[in-house]
């Protein structure tokens, strides 16, 4: 049976508490995934207690993770080493796009998914060379699926585990931007969601593999803009690439809509959302107002290979 232990440094997004028995949740800047605690009582309190002040200062902390049950196990102060590496390589993205409150339940997606009417970012200025059809992006989004790691050895390694839809979706959306810039030439954004008000946390059903609800504070996916043509006219439409949750490519206000699954749990809500540069990689912050970079991709492939192995659901 693959590991599920993962220790790395790592910052603290936010801790929060939901209302009544519920666990606190802690967030991970550098995590997708909602974890909680893996103690309970005394050591619990104390356990929180330290992470609010490591988010409170920004302070990073070395944990201690249980990928399959979704827990913290322990922290502890990483070495100076340790803390020295991880500041020398956690680079900020320069002049991020605004981050934007939205309620999906009042989006209407003939409107919604218009680049140029809609859908505006400075970024779209940097790269004119758009996907020319449906079909094409329909090509690229089969091509990056045929590099999951449930399928065997991929034709651009390292793998994709599109199968492990817990966590990890910023190294999947790094990996898919390299495929496609370097295989097609198209420009590719990225587009992030969050889940950073309240009690609001982004909850999908993993209908691809094997129909469990997951739950998460952030999700990252390439954002393209395709062009459609109908007789004499022409659409620019936003749609994201994400096969770990869907088949084809979906338009914009469709991969949102699909984080808001009531039927996996209480507060199922994206409050904001974002269009970035394909430099963004995690979420800096819990604002979702800064980002970091992996310029190299040694994050993006040491996570890739941590999770090759696993599974989303029982």
Not at 97 to 112: G, H, K, Y
Not at 182 to 191: D, L, S, T
Not at 257 to 269: F, L
Request: aromatic share 10%; charged share 20%.
């Amino acid at each position: 049976m693959p590991s599920t232990r993962e220790t790395g440094v790592f910052t603290v997004a936010a801790v929060r508490q939901p209302r009544g028995k519920e666990a606190a949740q802690i967030l991970l800047n550098e995590h997708q995934r909602v974890f909680t605690l893996a103690t309970t009582g005394r050591a619990a309190t104390a356990l929180t207690t330290e992470l609010r002040s490591a988010a409170r200062k920004q302070a990073p902390l070395k944990v201690v993770l249980d990928t399959r049950r979704g827990v913290i196990q322990r922290i502890v102060a990483p070495s100076a080493k340790e803390l020295d590496e991880f500041r020398r390589n956690r680079t900020l993205l320069d002049g991020p796009e605004r981050t934007l409150r939205i309620d999906v339940a009042t989006i209407d997606p003939s409107v919604f998914n218009i680049v140029d009417h809609h859908l505006r970012a400075r970024i779209f200025r940097l790269c004119k060379r758009i996907v020319p059809s449906y079909k094409k992006a329909k090509e690229i989004f089969d091509f990056c699926a045929a590099q999951s790691c449930h399928l065997g050895a991929p034709a651009v390694p390292p793998c994709i585990p599109f199968q492990y839809v817990h966590d990890g979706c910023h190294a999947r959306a790094h990996q898919m931007r390299k495929i496609i810039d370097n295989k097609y030439g198209y420009c590719v954004e990225k587009v992030f969601s969050f889940a950073n008000q309240g009690s609001d946390t982004l909850r999908v059903r993993a209908d691809k593999w094997g129909g469990c609800c997951v739950a998460w504070w952030f999700h990252v996916a390439p954002f393209l803009r395709v062009r459609l043509r109908l007789r004499r006219f022409s659409i620019v439409l936003g749609m994201v690439i994400d096969p770990s949750m869907f088949n084809k490519p979906v338009l914009l206000s469709t991969w949102l809509s699909a984080q808001e699954n009531a039927t996996c749990g209480p507060h199922a809500k994206v409050s904001m959302y974002s269009l970035q540069p394909w430099t963004a990689y995690t979420p800096a912050n819990y604002a979702g107002t800064s980002f970091t970079t992996d310029p190299a991709y040694t994050a993006t492939n040491t996570t890739l290979n941590n999770y090759k192995n696993l599974t989303t659901c029982p």
